[in-house]
């Protein structure tokens, strides 16, 4: 049976086929994975916030997508991906709460899907796949033998993209 390595709040793991990674809970926070469809080796990150210069407490940088997406990027090639031939994926950034007069810093959701997407798009790595919004958690794996990310819902069914 392959591993299935966890990845908790504000952490991130790369490994390689036959692995699997999975992290659980995901709320308003994103779940971001790369995945070389060659050398079968991806990383799954999970980001709370959108951005570290906005924070005070930085000593974590794989809490924020801004530093936590290129952190993971570095470790995927240093174990010998390809830069060019990965694909990203994510899930996750729920409005899970409703705020009467809620202010753009309350939709940490929604600020923490743009800004995945813009850190990857100046990285030049493709988003290929996503299942974002709404206001529901999801839990999501990637499985490193064939780049299949699946999304696991309570009350809204499992995908793959």
């Known amino acids: 049976m392959a591993d299935l390595i966890k990845v908790g709040m504000a952490d991130f793991k790369v490994s ?9 809970g995901l709320g308003s926070c994103i779940g971001v994975s790369l995945y070389d469809p060659q050398t079968k080796i991806g990383g799954l990150l999970h980001i709370m916030l959108p951005d570290s210069k906005q924070s005070r407490a930085t000593d974590n940088p794989a809490k924020f997508a801004d530093t936590g997406i290129p ?7 240093k174990m010998g991906a390809s830069r060019s031939r990965l694909v990203a994926k ?7 709460f409703a705020f009467a007069n809620a202010t753009d810093v309350m939709r940490v959701g929604s600020r923490n899907v743009a800004a995945s997407k813009e850190i ?6 493709r988003l290929v796949g996503e299942d974002t919004g709404a206001n529901y958690g999801r839990t999501v794996q990637i499985d490193l033998t064939n780049g299949v990310y ?6 809204k ?3 793959t993209i």
């Open 16 to 24: 390689r086929s036959p692995a699997t990674i999975i992290s659980y």
């Open 71 to 77: 952190l993971m990027l570095d470790e995927v090639l």
């Open 90 to 96: 994510m899930a996750g950034g729920a409005q899970m």
């Open 120 to 125: 990857l798009q100046k990285l030049g790595i």
């Open 150 to 155: 699946t999304v696991k819902t309570i009350d």
């Open 157 to 159: 069914g499992n995908k």
